[in-house]
């Protein structure tokens, strides 16, 4: 079956630096979703990418979708603490039928 | 605000035991899901169902039922629990009128001695 992996699995990074997320799949990608789980909490969702090529910010955060649509990336500007926990990306695969990718767990040192 | 409700946050159950885990949304969603959470494996959907009394396998069913008798309340069940079922589990719901961001619960976290 479809897999979607992660890359990096882990990510400590200085207060102030960016940070990267990519998520790859040995198959074309059809919507990808990114959540984010705080430590001790649950997947919220942050995005939801549709098309090839499609790029979309929310403050510090800019997410990019592949234009072959076999990968996804998140970025993050200026790393902040409250940024610390792990990094989901998600794929539609079949209707309302979700797969996770693996997370990459991001830690913010002060 | 949407709410998706997990009847328990921790849990700690025998080998055999059969284990019930619930989940109630309340924002008339069709579509409810139950995932496991494990370290460096990512979610893993179980079951999923898109109806009442509807209900499709995931990636990794072996080992569980489930449950959707009325659209609010979906529940997972451990027959006879094994030790590899520790886990935490993963409740969530998605509104069926487009694709969109699922909801989750805070998640039951399940030990099996």
């Known amino acids: 079956g479809q897999q979607v992996m992660q890359i990096p699995q882990y990510q400590h990074v200085q207060e102030g630096e960016d940070f990267t997320t990519y998520c790859n799949s040995s198959?074309?990608?059809?919507?990808i979703q990114w959540y984010k789980q705080r430590p001790g909490g649950h997947p919220v969702f942050l995005i939801q990418l549709v098309k090839s090529g499609e790029v979309k910010k929310q403050k510090r955060l800019t997410f990019q979708f592949g234009e072959a649509k076999k990968n996804s990336s998140l970025h993050i500007t200026a790393t902040q603490t409250t940024d610390v926990g792990t990094y989901f990306c998600?794929?539609?695969?079949?209707?309302?039928?979700?797969?996770f990718g693996t997370g990459t767990r991001l830690k913010v040192l002060a | 605000d949407v709410k998706v409700t997990q009847s328990s946050r921790y849990l700690v159950k025998r080998t055999g035991e059969k284990v019930f885990l619930e989940c109630v949304q309340d924002?008339?969603?069709?579509?409810m899901f139950w995932y496991r959470q494990d370290p460096g494996l990512g979610l893993r959907l179980i079951y999923f169902?898109?109806?009442?009394?509807?209900?499709e396998k995931g990636d990794i069913p072996e080992g569980y039922s489930v449950s959707r008798e009325k659209k609010e309340r979906f529940s997972l069940i451990l027959e006879s629990a094994s030790t590899n079922q520790t886990s935490m589990y993963l409740c969530a719901s998605l509104a069926g009128t487009r694709t969109g961001e699922l909801f989750f619960g805070e998640g039951s976290r399940l030990t099996v001695l």
């Open positions: 198959t074309t990608l059809s919507n």
């Open positions: 998600a794929d539609e695969v079949g209707t309302y039928k979700y797969i």
């Open positions: 924002m008339d969603h069709e579509n």
């Open positions: 169902s898109y109806d009442v009394k509807m209900k």
